[in-house]
C-alpha cells in the first residue's frame, strides 16, 4: 500500500512567542480538510493535502492510533511494517515517538503504546516479542542496550534484500515493563546536545526494531501424492514480522543551530544521511530505475520501508516559526513525495522449522522412552517365560518320573493281581467241581426222600387202619 504521511505541528514555543511575536505563522491547518497551507509571503500560499493533519493541540493518544495503530495491527497479522518522524530538529519528533510518559500516561509516545498493544495482544507463552534498539550516529550503528557495540555492520539477503544486524542485542520482552525498563536504558545511552535550536537535540537516528514471531494454527491440506486424497498433513506455520520505529536526528542548517566542534561534524552526518533518504524517496516517487539505497547507512536500514514490503506511516513534524520557512518548506515537501510512494505488502508467513523441529525432538523422546519401555516389558516377559518354561520343564520331569514309578507299581500290582485272578480262578473250578458233587448228592437225597416219605406214608395209613379197628372193637 501507499505510504501514509501525516503532519503534525508543534505549537509555539516560549522562544516562538518572543521571537515571532509581530509575525504570523507560516503555516495554516485545515484539520477538517485535511490540508496545510504553507505561506509563501503576505499575499500568496500554497496548499497540501496530507493523510492527516494535526493541530497542536492533539494528543498523543491520537496521533498514535491514526499514525501507528494501523500499522502495529498490521504487524500483529504478520506483516512488516515503519513508523519513522521526520522533520527540523526542535519540532517534536522525539516527543510524538519516544516520549516514555513516566509521570503522565497521557504523554506516552507510539514507542511505548505500540508495545503496550503489541504485548496485550500475543501470548508470550507461545509467541515471542523481541526487540534491538540501536542509533546511527556519524555514520556508525551502535547498540543503544548494549553500549560497547560500536559499528555493527548490516548484512543484505542477496536473493530477498532483506536487511540484517547479526551484531545487535536482541532481548526477549517479558512484558510491558520490562520493556519500558530497556527503552530507558536506551533512552539513557542516545547522543543529545544543546544547541541553538533545541536544548535536547538528537545527534543520532534512534531505530527500535521489535520482532514478533507468532505460531498460526495448523492449516490442513490435502496430500497431493495420495491418490484418494484421504491423507491429511499438518503444516507447522510461523509469521514473523518486524516493526521499525525510526526516529530521526533532526535536520539543521549550521547557520541557525550554531554548532561548532563535534556538534557540527554531528550536524554534517545527520544531514548528508537525510540528504541521501530524500534522494531514495525523490527516486521512488519519480518510479526512477535506480534507487540509491546504498549511498548511507540509513538508506540501507530503510530500505523495506521504502519502496519494499513493509506498511509504512510517516509523521512529519513542524513547527509555526515563520523564521525556519525554508526548513518547514522542504519537510513538507519531503511529506510530500514520500505520498507518492508505493509499497508492496507481503505477508511473513514460513514454516516453523523451529517447532516442528521441537515437535519431531518430542516425538523422537517419545518414541525413543516408548521403544526402551516396551524393550524392558519383552525382556521382563522373556524372563517370566522363561522362568515359567523352566518351572513348566520341571514340573514335567517331575511328573514324569511319577508316572514312571506309578507304572511301575501298577504293573507289580497287575503282576500280582493276576496271580490272584489264577488262584481264584483254580478256587472257583474247584468250586464248581464240589457244587456238582453236591447236586448229585442232593439229587440222590431228594430221591431217598421221595421214597422215604411214600414208606412212611404207606406206614401211617397202615397203623391208621389198625388204631380204627381196634376203636371199632373197642365200641
Not at 131 to 143: A, P, T, V
Request: net charge neutral; with cysteine.
Amino acid at each position: 500500500g501507499r505510504v501514509r504521511v501525516a503532519v503534525r505541528l508543534r505549537p509555539r514555543s516560549a522562544e516562538d512567542l518572543l521571537s515571532d511575536a509581530d509575525f504570523a505563522d507560516c503555516v495554516e491547518l485545515q484539520p477538517e480538510l485535511k490540508r496545510l497551507k504553507l505561506r509563501k509571503n503576505n499575499w500568496s500560499s500554497e496548499s497540501y493535502k496530507f493523510d492527516e493533519v494535526f493541530t497542536g493541540t492533539a494528543s498523543q493518544k491520537r496521533v498514535y492510533e491514526v499514525v501507528a495503530k494501523p500499522v502495529v495491527e498490521s504487524v500483529l497479522s504478520g506483516y512488516n511494517g515503519t513508523v519513522m518522524a521526520y522533520g527540523q530538529t526542535g519540532t517534536g519528533k522525539t516527543f510524538t515517538l519516544g516520549r516514555l510518559g513516566k509521570d503522565d500516561a497521557s504523554e506516552r509516545g507510539i514507542m511505548v503504546r505500540a508495545l503496550e498493544d503489541i504485548v496485550a495482544n500475543v501470548s508470550l507463552a507461545s509467541d515471542t516479542v523481541e526487540i534491538s534498539y540501536l542509533q546511527l550516529y556519524m555514520e556508525s550503528i551502535q547498540d543503544l542496550l548494549a553500549p560497547e557495540k560500536t559499528n555493527i555492520t548490516i548484512n543484505e539477503d542477496p536473493k530477498t534484500g532483506e536487511v540484517s544486524l547479526p551484531g545487535a542485542v536482541t532481548v526477549k520482552v517479558q512484558d510491558f515493563d520490562h520493556f519500558v525498563e530497556l527503552l530507558q536504558i536506551g533512552e539513557g545511552n542516545r547522543h543529545a546536545a544543546n544547541t541553538k535550536l533545541n536544548t535536547e537535540s538528537s545527534r543520532s537516528h534512534a531505530i527500535l526494531m521489535v520482532y514478533i514471531r507468532r505460531s498460526v494454527p495448523e492449516k490442513v491440506e490435502d496430500d497431493i501424492n495420495s491418490q484418494d486424497r484421504k491423507t491429511k498433513s499438518k503444516l507447522p506455520l510461523v509469521r514473523k514480522s518486524k516493526l521499525l520505529i525510526v526516529d530521526l536526528a533532526g535536520s539543521e542548517r549550521l547557520d541557525k543551530s550554531g554548532s561548532e566542534g563535534l556538534l557540527l561534524e554531528e550536524a554534517k552526518f545527520i544531514n548528508l544521511s537525510l540528504t541521501s533518504l530524500g534522494k531514495c524517496i525523490n527516486a521512488l516517487a519519480e518510479n526512477s530505475p535506480h534507487i540509491p539505497t546504498r549511498d548511507s547507512k540509513l538508506t540501507r536500514l530503510l530500505r523495506d520501508s521504502f519502496g519494499g514490503s513493509a506498511r509504512t506511516s510517516l509523521i512529519i513534524t513542524i513547527g509555526p516559526s515563520s523564521r525556519h520557512h525554508a526548513e518547514t518548506t522542504s519537510t513538507i515537501m519531503f511529506g510530500q513525495r514520500a505520498m507518492k510512494i508505493v509499497n508492496v505488502v507481503k505477508l511473513k508467513e514460513e514454516f516453523d522449522y523451529e517447532s516442528l523441529c521441537r515437535k519431531l525432538e518430542t516425538q523422537v523422546d517419545h518414541l525413543t522412552a516408548e521403544i526402551d519401555r516396551q524393550q524392558k516389558l519383552r525382556e521382563s516377559e522373556k524372563y517370566d517365560l522363561e522362568k515359567r518354561l523352566r518351572d513348566c520343564h520341571d514340573s514335567f520331569n517331575e511328573t514324569r518320573k511319577n508316572l514312571v514309578t506309578r507304572s511301575e507299581l501298577l504293573e507289580q500290582k497287575n503282576t500280582r493281581l493276576e496271580l490272584v485272578i489264577e488262584e481264584a480262578l483254580a478256587e472257583l473250578n474247584c468250586q464248581k467241581d464240589q457244587n456238582s458233587l453236591l447236586e448229585d448228592k442232593i439229587a440222590d437225597l431228594e430221591m431217598s426222600l421221595k421214597q422215604n416219605k411214600v414208606i412212611v406214608f404207606d406206614k401211617y395209613l397202615l397203623w391208621l387202619f389198625f388204631h380204627v379197628l381196634r376203636l371199632y372193637d373197642s365200641s
